[in-house]
T-cell receptor, first 111, second 112 residues
Framework: QQQVKQSPQSLIVQKGGISIINCAYE??????FPWYQQFPGKGPALLIA?????SEKKEGRFTISFNKSAKQFSLHIMDSQPGDSATYFC??????????FGPGTRLSVLP | DARVTQTPRDKVTEMGQEVTMRCQPI?????VFWYRQTMMQGLELLAY????????DSGMPKDRFSAEMPDATLATLKIQPSEPRDSAVYFC??????????FGPGTRLLVL
């Protein structure tokens, strides 16, 4: 129940395309859903986050869509760029506890 | 530009040796996390502290791992004795309240 499932494991997108990464959770107590971006040799960095009281949050080219009833959330990267090539992790926690990360998605954006 | 710092960045040691990793959280943050990252297991939460008190270390092998916060500016993770299966990248992260976490650059550990 503490797991967060993430798919796909890897993703290849052409420059300018849309990258979509999906996550699913079981624990309905989770109330904070961040996405992290990690470049090789670096630590994960917070990209964008959402709470379950909204269905969508957009920051620049990055959008989180949240479906509370389905217990799913997804990251959309519009106009994907080669510089977006990285590993993306979804995560979840509840009130600053029970931190869980998804297994990660390796995104490659081809020039 | 406030950042989490970790030392050492790389560590190669032999099986059985003690390993100590250090982390300096961002000034003012009250929550510190230790994670281990491997290709097979991904990111695993080992332990976390709030206001220097350990809140959860259930992810940490108790027989050989220990985590402490001697003061608000220093967190340590020790492995004694180290084993080859401990080879991984260890990340420290800090935050206020725990939801948003700022990760350090990691310590890459190789146990031979």
């Amino acid at each position: 129940q503490q797991q967060v499932k993430q798919s796909p494991q890897s993703l290849i997108v052409q420059k300018g395309g849309i990258s979509i990464i999906n996550c699913a959770y079981e624990n309905t107590a989770f109330d904070y859903f961040p996405w992290y971006q990690q470049f090789p040799g670096k630590g994960p960095a917070l990209l964008i986050a959402i709470r379950p009281d909204v269905s969508e949050k957009k920051e620049g080219r990055f959008t989180i869509s949240f479906n509370k009833s389905a217990k799913q959330f997804s990251l959309h990267i519009m106009d994907s760029q080669p510089g977006d090539s990285a590993t993306y992790f979804c995560a979840a926690n509840n009130y600053g506890q029970n931190f869980v990360f998804g297994p990660g998605t390796r995104l490659s954006v081809l020039p | 530009d406030a950042r989490v710092t970790q030392t050492p960045r790389d560590k190669v040691t032999e099986m059985g040796q003690e390993v100590t990793m250090r982390c300096q959280p961002i000034l003012g943050h009250n929550t510190v996390f230790w994670y281990r990252q491997t290709m097979m297991q991904g990111l695993e939460l080992l332990a976390y502290f709030r206001n220097r008190a350990p809140l959860d270390d259930s992810g940490m092998p108790k027989d050989r791992f220990s985590a402490e916060m001697p003061d608000a500016t220093l967190a340590t993770l020790k492995i004694q004795p180290s084993e080859p299966r401990d080879s991984a990248v260890y990340f420290c992260a800090s935050g206020w309240g725990g939801e948003t976490q700022y990760f350090g650059p990691g310590t890459r550990l190789l146990v031979l």
